[in-house]
């Protein structure tokens, strides 16, 4: 009896690892550079793109912590010149920063599937790549630093209404994710008409298909994070779901813009 349960035990982990060995090989294959480009490989490495611009961000907070530190709009109050930046909010020359860091990944990304598949030149995707991360940090610094009526940025200005977390966070999801994506697609589009990326055509259309997918994920995405998750104590978390969701919609609004 004992002889049989262990040859019904050795059978069943064979069983088990050649189910496990059957899984994994799929897995890589999906990963592999395919003969033609499907969404589960752009999406696979958008998402590994996504998640290794957070953590350049935080390293870069770990390497430099003079320059990109962390502060709240109280301190804001306190010294509004200090350079900011960090789990809180990036202010001044961390908010000009913070955009390229994080984006880097996705626009080499963008390089190389344009080199792979040649849906549109590589010099093309790396001026893309350029203008997205320059006009990215444009938008943040308004975002973080416009003056509104006293306040510094959009956050320090909306705290002061007292509204409700939820609310609250709903709101400057939905400009942040709006202001990033409108003036993103729209340097693109400026440069596709002003001649900067001679081999590609880019419509108003384009535009606001890719600006409502960013916009729609990005606040879908903390919206419904912030149902399960609906205390202060998070807002962290919800930051890294909320720009993890930016960068891959981002990669995607583009990749509809120019039909790679």
Not at 66 to 94: F, M, N, R, W
Not at 234 to 248: D, H, K, M, Q, Y
Request: hydrophobic share 55%.
């Amino acid at each position: 009896m004992e002889a049989i349960k262990m040859v019904i035990g050795v059978i069943g982990t064979l069983s088990f690892l050649f189910m496990m060995k059957t899984k994994v090989d799929n897995a890589l294959v999906a990963i592999k550079a395919p003969v033609t480009l499907n969404f589960y490989f752009l999406f696979f490495w958008a998402l590994a793109a996504a998640l290794l611009g957070g953590l350049l961000w935080a390293g870069s907070q770990q390497i430099f912590p003079s320059i990109i530190s962390s502060s709240s709009c109280a301190d804001l109050i306190q010294d509004p010149k200090l350079t900011l930046g960090g789990s809180k909010e990036p202010h001044g020359l961390a908010a000009f920063l913070w955009p390229i860091v994080t984006n880097l990944p996705i626009g080499v990304l963008l390089m190389v599937v344009s080199w792979r598949y040649a849906p549109i030149s590589v010099k093309d995707a790396a001026v893309v790549s350029l203008i997205m991360v320059l006009s990215l940090s444009v938008a943040a610094l308004i975002f973080y630093d416009l003056p509104l009526l006293g306040y510094r940025g959009f956050r320090c200005y909306l705290n002061a209404k007292g509204l409700a977390y939820q609310n609250l966070e709903i709101y400057l999801v939905l400009i942040w994710s709006g202001l990033l994506a409108t003036i993103a697609f729209g340097a693109l589009y400026g440069g596709s008409k002003f001649g900067l990326l001679p081999s590609l055509s880019v419509s108003i259309k384009d535009c606001a298909i890719a600006i409502g997918l960013l916009v729609g994920v990005t606040v879908f995405s903390v919206g419904f994070f912030i149902v399960g998750y609906p205390h202060p104590g998070f807002e962290s978390a919800r930051g890294v779901v909320a720009g993890v969701a930016l960068r891959i919609s981002l990669f995607f609004g583009i990749i509809s813009m120019f039909k790679v």
